[in-house]
């Protein structure tokens, strides 16, 4: 993996790649004003210009020709992203422009960045630490609108706060201990470990770390099949749930063949949803095809809806973790008393039934607060899990009366732990790592 230079001056386009009204490409490093001042319009205004200024000109190639009329938005040394002298142009979104501008950096002897340079930049520079940056790409991957705030949150400063938090008690009892070490031969009072102080961060470390899995839940989404008999309304919930008409509603049997799928917001988690084909014995080759499929969907599913209709109660699965059983046409059936019951043709129950799927997709720990601080990387998983590790062997050490300069082993591991989730003792290669995965312009 090639690591990252960062004393040279680079660019990217930092919007897609694709047609638009608009366009930004990023510039940054020591000298680029003056580099790109050659090529501009009004080389004095951009040379000139405070910090945060925006300046209007021309980007011109070798000849003098306009390449296009941009906004440079100019940020001088300890300021912008990446807290380098930078110049982020805005420019027209047409593609041949585009070109034309990065070949033109290029000529001017600047580097095409690699993907996560600049918030790479921003991290060396003290901008960001290293849960923020990660929060960046966490926050342009982000499928729902509860995901991106909880990203937005983190890119704050939210855990970076929380984590200094950690650090300072446990540095609390890591200095009573080393001052124990210290002065053990002199006249001290009786040393009494802090085991409660101890106690209580182990489980605010493991509160942390459990919620990494409602993280990549908000993150990644899950997939809802929709199963049952034929007729039992599963079409009718799916177009009910998507507010169009999407799959063919028919009083005809066996009317959906194959899966149809669509993606859903359900209480901020990303859903795709699969109607399928009804479950029943078939004759009918391409309709056993279909109950085929929908049989692999339902191995493959995160929740299973399984629809069952109350006019016509046939074969009921038995309800666990990942079946959740609907008795559907509540409108015209009173359903068995204690059992979730919708209508989907009058919508009756479905806000519950939504409630229940996002309960169940978390396991009950549906983060409802904007407050709450959410991890969704596995590296931060980890870290936490290793802390709360060696600190549950340190309070077994200091249970077991066992000398504290082994104790103090586990603790100083638990800090070191704590200290690569913000980045201040993270190793150059899993630096690289974590940057690498970053979209070019980030």
Request: aromatic share 6%.
């Amino acid at each position: 993996m090639k690591r990252y230079v960062t004393d040279d001056i680079i660019y990217a386009l930092a919007t897609a790649w694709a047609q638009s009204a608009l366009a930004v490409i990023r510039v940054s490093g020591e000298g680029c004003r003056k580099l790109l001042s050659t090529r501009f319009s009004r080389p004095k205004a951009l040379l000139d210009a405070d910090n945060a200024t925006l300046v209007h000109g021309y980007l011109c190639d070798e000849s003098g020709r306009a390449i296009d009329e941009v906004v440079a938005a100019v940020y001088t040394e300890g300021h912008g992203y990446t807290k380098e002298e930078s110049v982020e142009f805005t420019c027209h979104g047409s593609l041949a422009v585009i070109k034309e501008l990065l070949a033109l950096f290029n000529r001017l002897g600047m580097r095409s960045a690699e993907g996560g340079e600049f918030t790479f930049r921003a991290f060396l520079h003290g901008r960001l630490d290293l849960t923020q940056a990660e929060a960046v790409q966490e926050l342009v991957s982000s499928q729902s609108q509860r995901s991106r705030s909880l990203a937005l949150g983190r890119l704050e400063g939210s855990l970076r706060s929380l984590i200094s938090d950690l650090k300072e008690q446990l540095l609390g009892i890591v200095a009573a201990v080393e001052v124990q070490l210290d002065y053990a031969e002199d006249e001290l009072d009786e040393f009494v470990f802090p085991r409660s102080k101890l106690v209580d961060l182990i489980k605010q470390i493991k509160d942390l770390s459990d919620t990494y899995r409602i993280g990549r839940l908000y993150r990644s989404g899950a997939r809802i099949v929709l199963a049952g008999s034929t007729n039992a309304g599963k079409s009718s919930l799916f177009n009910l749930l998507l507010k169009q008409e999407r799959s063919i509603v028919s009083p005809v049997r066996g009317t959906t063949r194959d899966y149809i799928e669509a993606d859903l917001d359900v209480h901020g988690i990303p859903v795709r949803l699969y109607d399928t084909a009804g479950l029943r014995e078939s004759d009918d080759a391409i309709e056993s095809e279909g109950i085929r499929r929908t049989e692999r969907l339902i191995g493959q599913a995160d929740l299973v809806v399984y629809l069952v209709d109350s006019s016509e109660l046939g074969h009921v699965p038995e309800e666990d973790e990942r079946t959740l059983v609907v008795y559907n046409k509540s409108d015209l059936v009173k359903p068995p008393k204690g059992r979730m019951a919708i209508s989907a043709q009058t919508g009756e129950g479905v806000g519950a039934l939504l409630a229940e799927i996002a309960k169940r997709l978390a396991k009950g720990s549906v983060s409802t607060g904007d407050e709450q601080v959410v991890i969704e990387s596995q590296r931060q998983y980890t870290l936490l899990e290793n802390a709360a590790q060696a600190l549950q062997r340190s309070l077994v050490l200091v249970d077991q009366d066992i000398p504290l300069d082994i104790t103090a082993v586990e603790l100083g591991e638990a800090l070191q732990n704590l200290g690569e989730l913000t980045g201040e003792v993270t190793p150059a290669d899993i630096l690289q790592k974590i940057f690498s995965g970053f979209c070019v312009g980030k």
